[in-house]
């Protein structure tokens, strides 16, 4: 069974212990698998969820986990016959910006500005505009999008580990985090979340007691009803953005 964790989650609230007998192999993508969700596969059905990851540029797959090597938080080892390499990122202490080559890459892309030409990947390199980190024994773990870290104090905090944190403390709720300016810290980090009663407070509590940064604390948590999600099952993050940078230019306008 392949899915997101947004829809493993789903399937394993919904179902019996006896409904999912006939699986031996849970391949999960596309967004970060929770503990939570991990530990109640595990649970409840004696299933591991097997994480992995790709982009469409690789046709799709370029890591997975395995049942004999299989370490959790992260998408597994690079598939065989695929060479990576780090691009230091200022501000990113720990891995750097993944590019990839291999037989699975993509030949290049055709651009609209430039009909029927080739944009090649510059010697083979695709850039997947992921921050990863590698481990001595070669499993990959994402870090977030280039695009999804925010500069907060002259620091780069990806926005993907703090969604973590929230989803560890509010493991059945949604949240999603987005970034705007800041006059003072350069960026200031607004929370999204359907927990009703989530609080500031709970989550730098939370957030301390993991020995996260200051620097990964909201300046702020607004409650919604229902987050703006894809088919796909995961949060649509350019509706979260939109809808933060219009919160936050309302506030600025009623302010003046």
């Avoid at 789903?10 to 019996?16: I, T, V, W």
């Avoid at 992995?52 to 890591?63: D, K, L, N, Q």
């Avoid at 990863?132 to 905090?157: L, N, S, T, Y």
């Avoid at 300016?181 to 609080?199: S, W």
């Amino acid at each position: 069974m392949f899915g997101t964790d947004t829809l493993l989650n789903g399937y394993a609230r919904s179902a019996h212990p006896y409904d999912l007998r006939s699986l031996r192999y849970i391949i999960a993508g596309a967004e970060a698998v929770k503990e939570a969700t991990r530990r109640l596969y595990a649970e409840k059905f004696g299933l591991r969820i097997l994480e992995g990851y790709g982009v469409t540029e690789c046709s799709p797959v370029m890591a997975l986990n395995t049942p004999m090597f299989n370490k959790f938080g992260t998408v597994g080892r690079l598939l065989p016959g695929m060479e990576a390499k780090l691009e230091k990122v200022e501000g990113v202490d720990e891995g750097g910006r993944l590019y990839v080559k291999g037989p699975n890459v993509m030949l290049g892309y055709l651009r609209a500005d430039r009909p029927g030409v080739l944009d090649v990947p510059p010697e083979g390199w695709h850039d997947t505009g992921d921050i990863v980190a590698i481990d001595e024994q070669g499993f990959v773990a994402i870090k977030g999008r280039a695009k999804r870290f925010a500069k907060v104090g002259g620091e780069m905090v990806s926005l993907a580990a703090v969604e973590m944190l929230a989803a560890e403390l509010w493991p059945h709720y949604t949240t999603a985090v987005s970034a705007v300016p800041d006059a003072r810290k350069g960026e200031r980090l607004i929370m999204v979340t359907d927990k009703h009663g989530a609080t500031r407070a709970d989550f730098i509590a939370y957030a301390r007691s993991k020995h996260a940064s200051e620097l990964t604390f909201p300046a702020e948590i607004v409650i919604l009803d229902k987050l703006p999600m894809l088919g796909s099952g995961k949060v649509d993050q350019l509706a979260i953005d939109k809808f933060v940078r219009e919160q936050a230019a309302a506030k600025a306008a009623a302010a003046e």
